[in-house]
T-cell receptor, first 113, second 112 residues
Framework: DAGVIQSPRHEVTEMGQEVTLRCKPI?????LFWYRQTMMRGLELLIY????????DSGMPEDRFSAKMPNASFSTLKIQPSEPRDSAVYFC???????????FGDGTRLSIL | GENVEQHPSTLSVQEGDSAVIKCTYS??????FPWYKQELGKRPQLIID?????GEKKDQRIAVTLNKTAKHFSLHITETQPEDSAVYFC???????????FGAGTTVTVRA
């Protein structure tokens, strides 16, 4: 199995630009999670999906952040407009079902200048 | 929501010694407790997990214990090796709300 695949691995862009992060979960996994990791705040859950439906987006920082899952094999996290404080590593994870381990992708290191 | 506290924040041990990391949680309904290892610049990787119907689980040099009454769980690494050096995260979740709440992490350094 290829594992959770994220792209891009690194993204550097200027403040105000739109940023789109992509994730392909492990085939057959029904749950998909987006996390943000920073030194100050650690690992934070932003949003998660079950069968392509957003279940809990209470961790999404503000309206500048949006996430979609148009099908079982693809999800995006979009930031528009981006700000320097959005700089972080963004991880996508997936799991087979409730109560099963979450498997993380390699992350996207985002730098907003 | 769930609040997970993790101690210590840093831990330095001599190669061959044991390392113990402790976590406490606030939500008595939490029943799934995974531990992740994250090496520098890499993704978090699950190393062991435990559910509330079990008090202890072992996997080679790694063990996790759970005390539901006290609401705390611990990771034990025996015979530490340099490759055990990493940041370790504990987490907790409930079965009806599959959101993982993570501890702040413990940076473990194994001295050769």
């Amino acid at each position: 199995d290829a594992g959770v695949i994220q792209s891009p691995r690194h993204e550097v862009t200027e403040m105000g630009q739109e940023v789109t992060l992509r994730c392909k979960p492990i085939s057959g996994h029904d749950y998909l999670f987006w996390y943000r990791q920073t030194m100050m705040r650690g690992l934070e859950l932003l949003i998660y999906f079950n069968n392509n439906v957003p279940i809990d987006d209470s961790g999404m920082p503000e309206d500048r952040f949006s996430a979609k899952m148009p099908n079982a094999s693809f999800s995006t996290l979009k930031i528009q407009p981006s700000e320097p404080r959005d700089s972080a590593v963004y991880f996508c994870a997936s799991s087979f079902s409730q109560g099963q381990p979450q498997h993380f992708g390699d992350g996207t290191r985002l730098s907003i200048l | 929501g769930e609040n997970v506290e993790q101690h210590p924040s840093t831990l330095s041990v001599q190669e061959g010694d044991s390392a113990v990391i402790k976590c406490t949680y606030s939500d008595s309904a939490s029943n799934y407790f995974p531990w992740y290892k994250q090496e520098l610049g890499k993704r978090p990787q699950l190393i062991i997990d435990i559910r509330s119907n079990v008090g202890e689980k072992k996997d080679q040099r790694i063990a996790v214990t759970l005390n539901k009454t006290a609401k705390h769980f611990s990771l034990h690494i025996t015979e530490t090796q340099p490759e055990d050096s990493a940041v370790y995260f504990c987490a907790a979740s409930r079965s009806n709300d599959y959101k993982l709440s993570f501890g702040a992490g413990t940076t473990v350094t194994v001295r050769a």
